[in-house]
């Protein structure tokens, strides 16, 4: 607010001026001094409404409890253990994958016939009905959602560079053919979908079935960021924290006020029977090595066998909005007329899944008597320079100031915990 002597012209006095005047400096006198004790004020207030109840203040949370929500939406990025408690049913899922190949395929929630279904489609239609119904407990009615869901299986762990899902047919059509491509065609088309030249999911998800005993392959999420140029690209603290529930930001380390210079990178680790959900415009990456990012190179070829050592079996489910269009070319199993009950213990219930807490990585749990001043990670990048959004291969960013690589490696190496660290934007 303007102070009273801005507004009080050189040549005149107090004594010249009208009441109304008088009355008008009065008021932002007040307004001045209610800036002043605004905070104090508000502090105070929110003492009094938390006092004597069971609500800690959010500053006292503890980290390993805190969520993590993306800028994309109030969304968090979540992983539930003992979504698939039976290991023989996992193996029953894990050697059908094997056989059925590596395509993706198709196919419309929720499904009315089992007749003709294979055991991955009732296996993922299982578990989005579980999450549906904790939707409706949560929220007092169900709507009646469909979806395309969109699936594919890998058994192996390979290094999958960073990349965000997309309509994958419809973007190399885009590569091929731009002149054809009409962007206000395509927004009005895919409404819920269509960004920034591509069609992303609703949301991705990994099920983790098999996971061999010298695997260190974390799924490697980025949150609010679509490419590799975005891995570059600074947002403001609003941005970044819009629709936090959390007090996770607060313990970002060496964070601007004004400007979010950092990088969340989200780990989750490969564990047997373990869901992980993300935004479907999330980058994600799956390094092997593990510690690829920081190695300057990698020599021969990785081991794949024996499976029980080496193996990382998982299916791989993207939803997208079922009053569009699915997946261009992508082969699709449409809904028949209802018939064959479906079975509804071929996934724990909802009430049985166990939500994996993420923990904040600062520092590493071992100091070093010498640490490394080298502070770089490299973060490889999938496709060409459209979709990478960046000219080159990998996008250079800095480790956490205090613990370094270490709190990378240490994270990236992790057997079951999910961890959250923040990378800082090379300068």
Same mark, same amino acid.
């Given at each position: 607010?303007?102070?009273?002597?801005?507004?009080?012209?050189?040549?005149?006095?107090?004594?010249?001026?009208?009441?109304?005047?008088?009355?008008?400096?009065?008021?932002?006198?007040?307004?001045?001094?209610?800036?002043?004790?605004?905070?104090?004020?508000?502090?105070?207030?929110?003492?009094?409404?938390?006092?004597?109840?069971?609500?800690?203040?959010?500053?006292?949370?503890?980290?390993?409890?805190?969520?993590?929500?993306?800028?994309?939406?109030?969304?968090?990025?979540?992983?539930?253990?003992?979504?698939? *408690?039976?290991?023989?049913?996992?193996?029953?899922?894990?050697?059908?994958?094997?056989?059925?190949?590596?395509?993706?395929?198709?196919?419309?929630?929720?499904?009315?016939?089992?007749?003709?279904?294979?055991?991955?489609?009732?296996?993922?239609?299982?578990?989005?009905?579980?999450?549906?119904?904790?939707?409706?407990?949560?929220?007092?009615?169900?709507?009646?959602?469909?979806?395309?869901?969109?699936?594919?299986?890998?058994?192996?762990?390979?290094?999958?560079?960073?990349?965000?899902?997309?309509?994958?047919?419809?973007?190399?059509?885009?590569?091929?053919?731009?002149? *054809?491509?009409?962007?206000?065609?395509?927004?009005?088309?895919?409404?819920?979908?269509?960004?920034?030249?591509?069609?992303?999911?609703?949301?991705?998800?990994?099920?983790?079935?098999?996971?061999?005993?010298?695997?260190?392959?974390?799924?490697?999420?980025?949150?609010?960021?679509?490419?590799?140029?975005?891995?570059?690209?600074?947002?403001?603290?609003?941005?970044?924290?819009?629709?936090?529930?959390?007090?996770?930001?607060?313990?970002?380390?060496?964070?601007?006020?004004?400007?979010?210079?950092?990088?969340?990178?989200?780990?989750?680790?490969?564990?047997?029977?373990?869901?992980?959900?993300?935004?479907?415009?999330?980058?994600?990456?799956?390094?092997?090595?593990?510690?690829?990012?920081?190695?300057?190179?990698?020599?021969?070829?990785?081991?794949?066998?024996?499976?029980?050592?080496?193996?990382?079996?998982?299916?791989?489910?993207?939803?997208?909005?079922?009053?569009?269009?699915?997946?261009?070319?992508?082969?699709?199993?449409?809904?028949?007329?209802?018939?064959?009950?479906?079975?509804?213990?071929?996934?724990?219930?909802?009430?049985?899944?166990?939500?994996?807490?993420?923990?904040?990585?600062?520092?590493?749990?071992?100091?070093?008597?010498?640490?490394?001043?080298?502070?770089?990670?490299?973060?490889?990048?999938?496709?060409?320079?459209?979709?990478?959004?960046?000219?080159?291969?990998?996008?250079?960013?800095?480790?956490?100031?205090?613990?370094?690589?270490?709190?990378?490696?240490?994270?990236?190496?992790?057997?079951?915990?999910?961890?959250?660290?923040?990378?800082?934007?090379?300068?």
């Amino acid at each position: 607010p303007l102070s009273a002597t801005r507004v009080i012209p050189e040549d005149r006095n107090m004594n010249a001026l009208n009441p109304l005047h008088i009355t008008f400096l009065f008021f932002l006198a007040i307004c001045r001094l209610f800036s002043l004790f605004e905070s104090p004020i508000l502090s105070f207030a929110s003492a009094l409404s938390t006092s004597g109840s069971n609500v800690s203040p959010q500053s006292t949370l503890p980290t390993s409890s805190c969520k993590v929500n993306t800028p994309h939406t109030s969304h968090v990025v979540q992983v539930w253990d003992n979504v698939l *408690e039976s290991n023989d049913y996992r193996n029953e899922l894990h050697h059908y994958a094997a056989e059925s190949g590596l395509g993706h395929k198709c196919f419309s929630y929720p499904i009315q016939n089992r007749d003709g279904k294979n055991i991955i489609e009732l296996t993922l239609n299982a578990i989005l009905t579980q999450m549906e119904e904790r939707e409706e407990n949560k929220n007092g009615r169900r709507a009646a959602k469909q979806y395309f869901v969109e699936y594919w299986t890998r058994q192996e762990w390979r290094h999958i560079e960073a990349h965000a899902d997309v309509d994958e047919n419809l973007a190399k059509f885009h590569d091929a053919n731009p002149s *054809e491509m009409e962007v206000d065609d395509l927004m009005t088309r895919f409404p819920a979908t269509y960004k920034n030249g591509y069609r992303y999911p609703i949301y991705g998800h990994v099920l983790y079935l098999h996971v061999g005993s010298e695997v260190k392959g974390p799924t490697c999420i980025f949150p609010s960021r679509s490419s590799g140029g975005d891995l570059l690209r600074s947002f403001s603290n609003e941005e970044q924290n819009h629709g936090n529930e959390s007090d996770c930001s607060s313990q970002r380390n060496n964070a601007s006020d004004n400007k979010y210079d950092h990088v969340q990178l989200i780990t989750v680790p490969a564990k047997a029977g373990r869901l992980l959900r993300f935004h479907g415009r999330d980058l994600h990456a799956v390094p092997r090595p593990h510690d690829l990012w920081m190695l300057p190179f990698v020599k021969g070829s990785p081991e794949t066998e024996p499976e029980d050592i080496w193996g990382r079996s998982v299916i791989l489910f993207n939803v997208w909005p079922g009053d569009e269009d699915p997946p261009l070319s992508v082969p699709l199993d449409l809904n028949e007329e209802e018939g064959n009950q479906i079975e509804e213990n071929l996934c724990n219930k909802f009430e049985e899944w166990n939500e994996a807490s993420v923990f904040p990585r600062t520092a590493p749990s071992v100091q070093s008597d010498s640490p490394s001043t080298n502070k770089s990670v490299k973060v490889w990048l999938l496709g060409n320079d459209r979709r990478r959004g960046y000219p080159m291969r990998t996008v250079p960013l800095h480790a956490t100031e205090d613990g370094g690589r270490e709190v990378v490696r240490e994270a990236l190496e992790e057997e079951s915990l999910v961890s959250i660290i923040w990378l800082r934007q090379s300068k």
